[in-house]
């Protein structure tokens, strides 16, 4: 499978790893970044309280963003795979694959990484996912018959049940994060080039620097995140100097104006990021029709151009339009069109029949339960959605929640509609996100099933040709448009905004798994 190259310029297991992540084990540096050394300061979303690989996906997405965990391999921002904590792979069949851990690498706590911690990290994973105690759901991208560690030479070997074309790059994903199992009962403990000194839940994490790091010298001593719901008070802080970094302003003119100022550097990636909201099939909008409607209902361009300044770039696939996945061989059948919504509705006998101004599907008030969070303008994007809904008779209640509820609530199929935005080339390929629609995987994202799909996604899996893949992946985008399996909003360009004075290497990668790293340094 082809890596993509940039085309254009639980609650109660969440409390529990909080407590894990909150207070490193090491006491090698006493108060770190004190008065004279090097410190920074950066507000971000907060996208979980955890950073447990197993808790759920954001989660894993912050033990690496933080800088505090790694993976046996990584993204370049060209978005092709390269070594980490591996050095070197063998594989003849795509089935068994032989990976040499690289030598000297510790986890931030001293201990080694062998090839026998590696295999307790996997298996961890794999065994959260069996016994429910995670909701990350690492056998969505690769499962293994066997895994077997032999330190004496360094050497881990995976044995897929299936030919896995691309396993270094499912292996950079951050489910697969390695942490040290042996003290993961009292913290969480990774190879990063910073550790986690104190939590402050919902507010504040304090890193210090990794002593052990494998990769070059970290360049802070120490480092203080904030965690930061709203976009304007990230960008007010980084204006007052209380922070030199920040991810993602979503407000239009917040943005703008920093870009026009000197004093920061803005750097914006291309679109890999779809706006999505998924749909529930176990409910009301398992009936084709109303799906349907739905999506003849909701003006996307408007949406994206106005009622969030730009921020996203409408369109109709769940694979954006700036990849090299054959958009333009693509066909929308429902184009925005709220008669044709109304005629949809009115032909299926979804009427309002007391004439309260809402319809009712098989004797009920049709009231869609639509679950969002704020981050990235999804919160904006809901709203909206529910008052075009209105406007043809479909009631629609929003409730924004926190990720993590969201996300629970996700995957326990507690909603009708769910605001989503994530990388639709998560391990390199599209074919990763794909598998969200594939039956054996789609009980997460809301009970998608299609045969045809299934036929093809599986056959995707095992192609090597990259014609042949690339037309499985134009069939598979249209089969999802076709039966409005999912509400496309558009495509997110990510964004970080840093102090010209104060910050050197702060640019954000398309796949941002990865936030605080070694190339983000003092300004000299």
Known sequence: MKWYKRAASGLMAAIMTLALAACGSNDQIENPGGPDGTHLNFSCYNYSN???PITNVNSSWCFLRYGVGECLFRFDENVEVE?????????EDYTTWVLHIREGVRFSNGNAVTASAVK??????YAAEADKSGNSTPSQYAAFSSI???????VLTLVCTAQTINLPGILAYPWYGIVDTSVIDSEVIGTGPYYVTALEENSTIDLAKNPYYWDGEAPYDAIRIYLTEDSSTKAMALKSGDVDLVENITTPSDLAELKADDAYYVSTTAGVRLGNSYFNFNGVLGNEALRQAVQYAVDDATMCGVTVGGMYTAGCSVLPSSLPYGYDQLTDPYAYDLNKAVETLDAAGIVDTDGDGYRELNGQKINLNYLAYTSRNLDEFAQAVAISLEAVGIGCTVTVQDYDTALANQSAGNFDMITSNAIVVPTGDPSGFLGNFYSGNSSAYGYYANEEYDALYERLLTATDSDAQLQLIIQLQQILIDDAATLVHGYYNSTFASRVSAVDGA??????????TTKIRPAQ
């Open 83 to 91: 070594y980490a904590l591996c050095d070197s792979y063998e594989t």
């Open 507 to 516: 640019d954000i990668t398309p796949i941002d798994y990865y936030w605080i």
């Open 50 to 52: 955890s950073m447990d």
């Open 148 to 154: 077997e560690a032999d330190d004496a030479e360094g």
């Open 120 to 125: 307790a990290s996997l298996e961890r994973v």
